[in-house]
């Protein structure tokens, strides 16, 4: 079982719509999450981080914590094309801050 | 001047040739990171150091040799390199490591072509 998974996509969303992107965990024992969003060629750059159960809202940007499900999500308001990029879900695990492959989102006008 | 700066971007190296990757942070962390990006695989945790002291060797091939002379600075040396190590090459550096809510800072990477 991978230690931090997600759909690699692509997930493809119309201008102006919601765009939901999720992560699911293995460590059932991890504190911490993050969402990092990486461009082509790109280094990865963090847009949200969340350490207790629920939502966590930014500007668009929304995530969500369920440690129970082990389940993180991330919610994109009124998508724009230059939301365009890889999404990273990233969790602390031990000590190390452990990635999954991203999930590449194309916002299309 | 970005928080963290790595140098060169792009190096194209043959099997047999000895280089070295350099990264810079001026954001005061004690913590850096090498990661290894591949295409189609997760970024993958190299080396940690907290305040100069190697803390974690990810089961990372001699062939890769990093130094870390001080808490700014961080280099991955290179040697009788491989095809398959052709990547992305990140360095990242967070406040502490092994802080659960600290968060890494990454460099805008080295893309490594070993031909």
């Known amino acids: 079982q991978k230690e931090v998974e997600q759909n690699s996509g692509p997930l493809s969303v119309p201008e102006g719509a919601i765009a939901s992107l999720n992560c699911t965990y293995s460590?059932?024992?991890?504190?911490?999450f993050f969402w990092y969003r990486q461009y082509s060629g790109k280094s990865p750059e963090l847009i949200m981080s969340?350490?207790?159960?629920g939502d966590k809202e930014d500007g668009r940007f929304t995530a969500q914590l369920n440690k129970a499900s082990q389940y993180v999500s991330l919610l994109i308001r009124d998508s724009q094309p230059s939301d365009s990029a890889t999404y990273l879900c990233?969790?602390?695990?031990?000590?190390?801050?452990?990635f999954g492959t991203g999930t590449r989102l194309q916002v299309f006008p | 001047e970005t928080g963290v700066t790595q140098t060169p971007r792009h190096l194209v190296m043959g099997m047999t040739n000895k280089k070295s990757l350099k990264c810079e942070q001026h954001l005061g962390h004690n913590a850096m990171y090498w990661y290894k990006q591949s295409a189609k695989k997760p970024l993958e945790l190299m080396f940690v150091?907290?305040?100069?002291?190697?803390?974690e060797n990810n089961s990372v091939p001699s062939r890769f040799s990093p130094e870390c002379p001080n808490s700014s600075h961080l280099f991955l040396h290179l040697h009788t390199l491989q095809p398959e190590d052709s990547a992305l090459y990140l360095c990242?550096?967070?406040?502490?490591?092994?802080?659960?809510?600290?968060?890494?800072?990454f460099g805008q990477g080295t893309r490594l072509t070993v031909v």
């Open positions: 460590d059932r024992g991890s504190q911490s």
């Open positions: 969340i350490y207790s159960n």
């Open positions: 990233a969790v602390h695990q031990a000590d190390k801050l452990i």
């Open positions: 990242a550096s967070s406040q502490e490591a092994g802080v659960w809510t600290t968060e890494a800072f």
């Open positions: 150091y907290s305040l100069e002291e190697r803390v």
